[in-house]
């Protein structure tokens, strides 16, 4: 290993540096027509009737159909997709592109507009008329628990399905019983638009004879995308070519089988026409799926000294008004992580998702881990509190075996942790952010009485990733597997095609999967070409998402690479006529031991095996291998996070002034990539914690969907970070890596709010509920302080 | 409901960009941003937002930088524009696009190009910016990937060689 390991400079980057990368909004194809999408302006209706006349006469207009007609004309032969049925009896009305008869979330289709230029779609779409009768609006998780109003005229409950996972409800009822301590945490999980920049677009295209379509979507998923159109379009799968172009981020965002896509692709195969749409900024907060959205309450006991004896988590997660993709599966991904990085004796966990008339809610960076290690963490600090001791003492006695190393530990929630070593890793980042002289400086400023107060928090995340093995996610009723498949194909002049099954979005694969190659098959990195998100291209792949593509894709290249290893020996051995066993393979050079002048490259193999012209008797031809790689478990990347924040007690004004963050996600292979993706993730969870929050009035209006008001922070808000890292190597796979592209999202929003509550501890505050503006804390230091700010 | 159905008046729209003299017909409504695009092919200046809010759509006019989702084309007719394309120059990349390599200033690479637009023109009228310079300087201009420590040491890093 030469080249992993160090900073390497991507790839990727001069292409997207000379604005040469392409993003589905700069690709056309000749004859195109904009979709232009008639969305409701009700959060729930009855559709009385809709009149096109006027847009279908309007200039440049080719169609115009609405969702009664569109279900008539027999495009779709299912409705949308959802994978993720958690439950047996999990209520899932039937959920199709475009509204026939019944409008659920402010934006649902209602109709679709066929035009020849991006601006006539848009007017077009405004001329379609609709007549809505308008229903009672389910616009909070608190409205849908109670059924008062059905969110859905079809249901009888909002409530769609209840999911425990409770492996031993006695012993956490006899831990509650025996408990010294205990703590409450009710914490409410915001919704938020994961606001990737680049906004999603679809590009359909029909071969003119013959049926093929090829289709270009912003997606991280394409080769989920290509199975689910067969499914859901009736098209033959083999007729569907996906691609997905340079992808200007996804956060999970772009993991959907959206109706816009589904849309595009049967209309151009109807009419045999190329079709397209691009969302628009604000269009985002109905068209693209919400992240978070839950309700939470965990409760721990504990004995006299703080030792964790059992913990009880609800959630009520809220669906929005449709089942996408993942949207039930979401709260379960955090189910086994609220008891974090702690030695938890009994463990009991339910969950029920309700139905309401707001965007579907789905996977958004993290989906469902950064919901549950914010939980967890929020309330060690409140066990703290309660104990009497400070939040780095009360983790030191709850970490997994004592704080110190371990492999293959068996946790309450049932999961078998891969490897951890918490007792160093927090050490070392207490170490790294001053831990001690920001206590003694908040002290100062606490005594002298300044309006600038300090809070210092922490959060020790464990998170799950790496998904998934197969059987694992069979026994959460998930339709998939979590394989990932990789080719190594050696060209016959000796440059090397990686072919892919994950799909990137800014991670970098093209450099991290070079550099892979580079190290275990003595190539230049330069020299490895990675060919990936096109299904033509990469026939076989479950793409990017969950932090599995090194974990799960990366292991399967490199596990490729052995095997072109192993099978180039044996030419090699019989060219240099010696006993396989006799060559060693070093630097892309096989040689025979002891004789150092009988050497070949491996270069040279691959011509040999080009031109199968002298190979072993009975070897087929050519130097490619292929592996597909289902993962014994998962991995379980930890790090401690030391958030820093400054409250104005004058305005509530809280300002993030430091951030230390020690993550441990193995061997990384590029450290600068790593790096790139903990600033990333860290600053995602801040928003969380400080800015951002997808706000419904009682209508079920989003009232902030565009930039204007929905704070994505900018580079005013954040600081510089301090990271570094431990390295405690996976026992799941044989490159003992784990994943970090969600990892900064996991670990922050619980520091920050732990610093927010510290800072406003001296005033008897606990808790504030994210996201932390200004105006909330000023209230409640107000509060807090009889009356008076 | 009439404006609404009306195709615009057609113009032809003049401008230099990026040294070169274009020429397009295009709506009079047309933003600068989409005779860029969907005119003249220059993609490489994206759309992030549709309020002025992310700079995506950063491009320079005389030296300036101007997010081009906020002028209509016909409002510059005439004028010298540069959009990324036009910032490498014989197959080098320009030192701030370099810089951004160097550094890892860029992810997804979506908000990139209107990044490196605004940091240059930043540069131009400051040359030497301290960290919070630079940060306040790019203000206008929106990441999801960086968390904009890299991008800030970029932009930085240009400055400190100038
Ligand atoms: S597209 Fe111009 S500022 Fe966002
Ligand atoms: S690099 Fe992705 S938005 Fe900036």
Known sequence: MTIMGTPRLRKEDPKLLTGEGKFIDDIHAHGELWMGMVRSPHAHAKIQSIDTTEAAAAPGVHSVYTGAELQEMGLWVAPLPCAWPVTEDMVNPPHYPVAADEVRHVGDLVAVVLCDSRYGAVDAAELVEVDYEPLPVVASIDAAVTDAVMANTDISSNKAYSWALEPDPEAVDAAFAAADHTVVGEFVQQRLIPAAMEPRGVLAIPAPFGGDIT?????????????????????????????????????GAKLNVNPDEILAVTLANKIGLPVRWTETRSEAAFSTHQGRGQNQKIEIAADANGKILGIRVHLDADMGAYMMLLTPGVPLLGSFLYTGVYDVPAFGFTCDGYFTNMTPTDAYRGAGRPEASYAIERAMDLLALEVGVGPDEIRRRNFLAGGEAFENLETASTLVFDSGNYGPNLEKALKLADYASLKAEQQRRREAGESKQLGIGMCTYVEICGLAPSRALAGLNYGAGGWEHAMIRFLPTGTVEVVSGSTPHGQGHETSWSMIVADKLGVDPDDVHVLHSDTAHSPLGLDTYGSRSLAVGGTAIAMACDKVVDKARLIAAHQLEANPDDLEFDGGMFRVKGTPTAEIPIQGIAYEAFTAHNLPDGMEPNLQEQVTFDPENFVFPFGTHIAVVEVDEDTGGV??????AVDDCGPQVNPMIVQGQMHGGIVQGVAQALWEEASYDEAGNCKNPSFL???????????????????????????????????????????????????????????ISMPATPQKVWRILRDAKGGEA | ????????????????????????????????????????????????????????????????????????????????????????????????????????????????????????????????????????GLEGNLCRCTGYQNIVKSVLSVGGQS
């Open chain 1, 215 to 251: 289709f270009y979507t912003s997606t991280q998923v394409p080769h989920i995308m290509k199975v689910m159109l067969a499914a859901t379009t009736g098209i033959a799968e083999n007729k569907i070519r996906v691609i997905a172009p340079a992808v200007g981020g996804g956060f």
């Open chain 1, 655 to 660: 300002t993030l002034v430091g951030y230390t």
């Open chain 1, 709 to 767: 008001d929905y704070l994505v922070p900018s580079p005013m808000e954040v600081p510089n970070m301090v990271l570094d890292s431990t390295v405690t190597p996976s026992t799941s796979n044989p490159l003992g890596v784990k994943g970090a592209g969600e990892a900064g999202t996991i670990g922050s929003a619980a520091a920050v709010i732990n610093a927010v509550c510290d800072a406003l501890s001296p005033y008897g505050v606990t808790d």
């Open chain 2, 1 to 136: 409901m009439d404006q609404l159905t009306h195709r615009g008046i057609f113009v032809q729209i003049d401008m230099t960009v990026n040294g070169r003299a274009c020429s397009a017909d295009v709506e009079d409504r047309t933003l600068l941003v989409h005779y860029l695009r969907d005119h003249l092919e220059l993609t490489g200046t994206n759309v992030g937002c549709d309020t002025s809010s992310c700079g995506a759509c950063t491009v320079h006019i005389g030296g300036q930088s101007v997010k081009s989702c906020t002028v209509l084309a016909a409002q510059v007719r005439g004028a010298d524009v540069t959009t990324i394309e036009g910032m490498a120059t014989d197959g080098e990349l320009h030192p701030m696009q370099e810089a951004f390599r160097q550094c890892h200033g860029l992810q997804c690479g979506y908000c990139t190009p209107g990044m490196v637009m605004a940091a240059t023109s930043l540069l131009s009228e400051n040359a030497n910016p301290t960290e919070a310079e630079v940060r306040e």
